[in-house]
């Protein structure tokens, strides 16, 4: 049946005469059973469990490089683990990360998608192990995690070590990933019909994917000024994206696959929940206990180890929309000390009049601060903000300090899908052959997207993506 749909598509094409048959003859039309549409953590996941399954897979990215957002990501990847957390004294399952993951997004998440997620989530260290990822063997509180069971495999590279990984576990598989190819339309059968390919443009021109099954890997949207001031007018173009802070770089997640689906009736959920960050200026850890914001009167003003949406609320509310991080010499940094340190960003001072110079604070109410808040460290209390994570004191010089801005993040919303990842219209019906994966997809984090989760649930729902999709190629082979 499907093979007949794409003969015709062919055929229409060798029909058409005069200019339009010259124009149309120069396009390229490829076939293949699955085509996944993005090169980030998701589409690879997607990729290689639909290549496991025998499925003929072809990837398009639209840079030159793979990754997209997870390559450059802290690596922060949440999944029960009791032989870590255990010996830890952290209890942890399955069922507790349900309830938590929920409550996190205000109960706007969708209750199956996310026992779907957290069922999965622990299969994740066997999965990441079989492709090759060795783990740091550490648990810890991602940043906005609001719990301890995150992992990576180390503090400074691992959104490059899982790629590293996908990339070399797809391409054993015979996963032809093209790169400089951006997706530009999903070809569907009339309104109701089934997706049966997708519109392309590489260096040579037009080219036509067709294929039995489609999945969407495209990301989130938070570089689409224009899509996220639809949904929150705040975010104009004076904030800029924690994929590219400077706003000189490049940010790919313009939320593409969101908009390809919209043209073919597929539903969006959960568009207004735009999730906003500190990053790129002066904290040096992703991980909640070992350092404190303040703000340009050297005090604090809020839980450092609350929600990222309290975060951001409380940094907006300050003079300026800044706040100060520090940390000393005791906690585990990652990738943003080095560049941090040679930019200018992240300071290093002695003492705490050293550093108060610095912030052109005052010495007295930054020692205060900073005394007070030892004491609820040692005491694992603290009375002022209710935070409840310490790894340490802030007391071991150097201290390392800088200034942070909120940059926008993270899309809580996109494409609606359902817990085989299929992606439902606006009548709720699922679009037959399309599926959608990662942070192009809504309905799973709610209103706050727990720090940690997006990795794991890239993964999770990029799995089962591929694993039915290769299941619609090969029902489709017997028919
Ligand atoms: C700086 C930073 C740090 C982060 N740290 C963490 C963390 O520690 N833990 C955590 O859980 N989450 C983190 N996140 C969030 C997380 O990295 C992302 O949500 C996740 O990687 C998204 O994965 P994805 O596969 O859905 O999309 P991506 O990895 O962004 O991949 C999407 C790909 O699709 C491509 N694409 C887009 N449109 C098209 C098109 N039309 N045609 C072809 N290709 C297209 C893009 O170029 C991109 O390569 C971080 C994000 C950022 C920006």
């Given at each position: 049946?499907?093979?007949?749909?794409?003969?015709?598509?062919?055929?229409?094409?060798?029909?058409?005469?005069?200019?339009?048959?010259?124009?149309?003859?120069?396009?390229?039309?490829?076939s293949t059973d699955v085509v996944v549409i993005g090169a980030g953590g998701a589409g690879y996941n997607a990729a290689i469990t639909a290549a496991q399954a025998k499925a003929?897979?072809?990837?398009?990215?639209?840079?030159?490089?793979?990754?997209?957002?997870?390559?450059?990501?802290?690596?922060?990847?949440?999944?029960?683990?009791?032989?870590?957390?255990?010996?830890?004294?952290?209890?942890?399952?399955?069922?507790?990360?349900?309830?938590?993951?929920?409550?996190?997004?205000?109960y706007r998440g969708d209750p199956e998608l996310v026992k779907v997620f957290t069922d999965h989530a622990p299969e994740l260290r066997a999965w990441y192990e079989s492709l090759g990822i060795q783990w740091a063997g550490r648990v810890f509180e991602p940043f906005g995690g609001l719990y301890p069971?995150?992992?990576?495999?180390?503090?400074?590279?691992?959104?490059?070590?899982?790629?590293?990984?996908?990339?070399?576990a797809a391409k054993k598989l015979g996963v032809e990933v093209?790169?400089?190819?951006?997706?530009?339309?999903?070809?569907?059968?009339?309104?109701?019909?089934?997706?049966?390919?997708?519109?392309?443009?590489?260096?040579?021109g037009k080219v036509t994917f067709l294929a039995k099954a489609v999945i969407v890997a495209t990301g989130g949207f938070a570089d689409n000024v224009e899509l996220r001031m639809k949904h929150d007018p705040r975010l104009d173009a004076s904030f800029h994206t924690t994929a590219n802070p400077t706003g000189k770089g490049?940010?790919?997640?313009?939320?593409?696959?969101?908009?390809?689906?919209?043209?073919?009736?597929?539903?969006?959920?959960?568009?207004?929940?735009?999730?906003?960050?500190?990053?790129?200026?002066?904290?040096?850890?992703?991980?909640?206990?070992?350092?404190?914001?303040v703000n340009s009167d050297g005090k604090r003003f809020v839980?450092?180890?609350?929600?990222?949406?309290?975060?951001?609320?409380?940094?907006?509310?300050?003079?300026?929309?800044?706040?100060?991080?520090?940390?000393?010499?005791?906690?585990?940094?990652?990738?943003?000390?080095?560049?941090?340190?040679?930019?200018?960003?992240?300071?290093?001072?002695?003492?705490?009049?050293?550093?108060?110079?610095?912030?052109?604070?005052?010495?007295?109410?930054?020692?205060?601060?900073?005394?007070?808040?030892?004491?609820?460290?040692?005491?694992?209390?603290?009375?002022?903000?209710?935070?409840?994570?310490?790894?340490?004191?802030?007391?071991k010089p150097p201290y390392y300090?800088?200034?942070?801005?909120?940059?926008?993040?993270?899309?809580?919303?996109g494409l609606r899908i359902n817990v085989n990842t299929e992606v439902l219209d606006l009548d709720g019906k699922v679009i037959p052959g399309l599926f959608a994966a990662g942070e192009v997809t809504g309905g799973i984090h709610g209103t706050n997207r727990a720090g940690g989760n997006s990795l794991a649930a890239i993964s999770v729902f990029g799995r089962i993506a591929g694993k039915n999709a290769a299941g619609l190629v090969s029902a489709s082979a017997d028919e």
């Open positions: 049946m499907k093979f007949f749909r794409a003969l015709g598509f062919g055929l229409s094409l060798c029909m058409l005469g005069g200019f339009a048959f010259a124009q149309q003859a120069q396009e390229r039309i490829i003929k897979v072809i990837i398009l990215e639209k840079m030159p490089v793979v990754g997209g957002a997870t390559i450059i990501s802290g690596g922060s990847m949440n999944f029960p683990d009791p032989k870590l957390q255990e010996p830890a004294g952290i209890k942890d399952s399955p069922e507790i990360m349900y309830k938590q993951m929920l409550a996190a997004g205000d069971r995150g992992h990576n495999t180390g503090a400074v590279n691992a959104g490059h070590d899982y790629i590293r990984v996908l990339n070399d093209r790169t400089n190819t951006r997706a530009v339309a999903l070809l569907r059968d009339g309104d109701h019909g089934s997706v049966y390919g997708v519109k392309a443009e590489d260096k040579e490049v940010d790919f997640a313009t939320g593409d696959g969101i908009l390809m689906g919209q043209n073919i009736r597929a539903d969006v959920v959960g568009m207004d929940y735009i999730q906003m960050i500190p990053w790129a200026g002066g904290r040096v850890t992703d991980y909640v206990g070992a350092d404190i914001y839980n450092e180890g609350g929600r990222r949406d309290r975060i951001a609320d409380g940094i907006l509310a300050q003079k300026g929309h800044f706040c100060w991080v520090i940390t000393d010499d005791q906690s585990v940094k990652g990738s943003q000390l080095e560049p941090g340190l040679k930019a200018g960003r992240v300071h290093k001072a002695n003492t705490i009049e050293e550093m108060a110079k610095v912030m052109e604070v005052e010495p007295k109410v930054l020692k205060e601060t900073i005394e007070r808040y030892n004491k609820f460290a040692a005491s694992k209390q603290d009375p002022d903000f209710g935070k409840t994570t310490f790894t340490q004191l802030i007391n300090f800088g200034i942070e801005h909120e940059n926008v993040h993270f899309t809580e919303g």
